[in-house]
């Protein structure tokens, strides 16, 4: 939410574009704000995603325990497909299917072909999510073969626009139709001839799919979804949005294509960039982007974020830092945390951080700005196109909230887990290395019989060995018996070290 502008002057009007960069092994797409980024996508060619692409996939194993199965469809590892995802045809007249209470192996078995669709990209060591419900987009409406109804977006809030939005599409749908539609947010005011246009086209695109899905081998891609720069038009070019900037010549024509067919309205706003500068540098993405690989996010008022994210879920710790306050402690408190709601919100789509999130504001006793703070987070949160949700705050005042994860987070796509640590965030201190090699000296003294032992190790280790823990080395040769000798290796991390016989 803007901030509340005094003396009846109107705040400076939103800015909003689309900058797009698109390399020939990488394309990247940035959502700004008023010049700040908000959004970050990105597509390599070596790992594309594959959410929403549909496959001809074959079942290999099926678990009741688990009412799940795994899916052969040409990937790395299986994907996944449970018992709530699977259509079953034998409710496809009426659209609707009962809750179900019978085991999956009614629904598929070892060796079925089956047409699937990607709802999750593959996840660290998870394989993909899949659904055999289809869903074909468009600009303003998504296509459910396998549904029957209209539903209007949640995001559309004028009562009288959703039911002239809802009553076009079901007046469009023809009379032997077990198909539904959803109308996307982007419909708010589409003429009707459009949205008419909309359903033909997905209509005709299904019927290519279905028979493409039946001539093509089990374990193959039969439709994939469009590339990053396309997809951001037909998902993110809403109204509000000034202009679409991008830097590659065919990227733009391709877009102009799309746009000529599908959203004419659109053409004025799209861009082809000419400057010797990347786009991404010009309007300070590049440096944001490495902002956002951070642990440590800074406020404006001096305080800031802590965000760490696991397998299991995403923590958020809220400081006040350097910020000290005019007043007293509990305003200087609340203002932190309100400024601290908008910047988690940002980060949130920034890093595209899903799952289970814990959020750890500072402790306020006025029960009145507690409630301030978690309005501010639902306001914050109200523009991102993920879905979310604020379940509860807990006994210990934490704030716990989900986000849906569909697709890798930014430090994912960007990073690998430390070689040194192996994702850990931490290695033994020299101190414990030295400790851990005494021990060592210890056990193989009594164990085997030699003239002597060399200690291989990291430099730190050595050092402090010839230093600190020189009296207790000296002492460890009496005791054992054993000279020890000392070297170092330069290829070892701290905590890696041997103890060889000599």
């Not at 716990?400 to 070689?419: Q, W």
């Not at 280790?461 to 207790?472: C, G, H, K, P, Q």
Request: hydrophobic letters at 40%; proline letters at 5%; aromatic letters at 4%.
């Amino acid at each position: 939410m803007p901030p509340a502008y005094r003396d009846g002057v109107d705040p400076p009007p939103m800015t909003t574009e689309i900058l797009i960069n698109a390399g020939s092994h990488e394309a990247r797409a940035a959502v700004v704000e008023n010049g700040i980024l908000q959004e970050l996508f990105l597509e390599r060619e070596s790992r594309r995603g594959v959410i929403s692409n549909i496959y001809k996939g074959r079942v290999s194993r099926v678990l009741p325990g688990m009412q799940a199965a795994f899916i052969e469809i040409g990937m790395e590892r299986t994907a996944f497909l449970h018992a709530s995802d699977i259509f079953d045809p034998r409710h496809a007249e009426t659209g609707i299917e009962p809750p179900r209470s019978e085991n999956i192996r009614a629904l598929v078995s070892e060796g079925n072909e089956i047409l699937v669709q990607v709802v999750k990209d593959p996840l660290g060591t998870k394989g993909a999510r899949l659904t055999t419900y289809i869903t074909l987009p468009s600009r303003y409406l998504v296509y459910m073969p396998q549904s029957r109804g209209v539903g209007v977006s949640a995001r559309i809030e004028d009562a009288v626009e959703r039911e002239r939005l809802r009553s076009t599409v079901a007046a469009g749908l023809l009379a032997d139709e077990n198909a539904g539609f959803i109308v996307r947010t982007a419909a708010e005011d589409a003429p009707p001839e459009a949205l008419l246009a909309d359903m033909n086209y997905l209509r005709k695109l299904w019927q290519v799919v279905r028979q493409k899905g039946l001539r093509t081998q089990p374990g193959s891609l039969v439709h994939a979804d469009l590339p990053l720069h396309l997809r951001m038009l037909r998902d993110l070019l809403r109204p509000d949005v000034d202009r679409v900037l991008i830097d590659q010549a065919n990227a733009h024509r391709e877009m102009q294509e799309f746009a000529q067919t599908f959203m004419p309205e659109a053409l004025p706003r799209l861009e082809l960039y000419g400057d010797t500068r990347s786009v991404f540098e010009l309007h300070n993405v590049e440096e944001e982007i490495q902002k956002a690989l951070d642990r440590k996010v800074p406020l404006k008022s001096g305080g800031h974020l802590i965000i760490d994210q696991t397998e299991a879920m995403t923590t958020v710790d809220v400081n006040t830092g350097a910020f000290v306050g005019h007043r007293n402690l509990e305003e200087t408190i609340f203002r932190t945390n309100l400024e601290a709601a908008v910047g988690i919100a940002r980060q949130l789509r920034l890093r595209n951080l899903g799952g289970i999130i814990i959020i750890d504001f500072i402790d306020m006793e006025e029960p009145e700005h507690r409630r301030q703070v978690i309005q501010a987070l639902e306001r914050a949160l109200a523009d991102d196109h993920v879905k979310t949700n604020i379940s509860s705050v807990s006994p210990l005042g934490l704030v716990e909230m989900t986000r849906k994860r569909t697709r890798e987070s930014l430090e994912h796509l960007l990073c690998r887990p430390c070689p040194t640590c192996e994702g850990r965030g931490f290695v033994k201190s020299a101190e414990t290395v030295c400790y851990e090699v005494f021990r060592e000296v210890v056990r193989q003294s009594r164990q085997f019989e030699c003239k002597g032992l060399m200690v291989l190790a990291h430099q730190d280790v050595i050092e402090r060995l010839l230093d600190e823990e020189s009296s207790a080395l000296g002492e460890l040769e009496l005791v054992t018996g054993q000279a020890i000798r000392l070297q170092t290796e330069a290829l070892y991390t701290v905590d890696q070290y041997d103890v060889v016989l000599m």
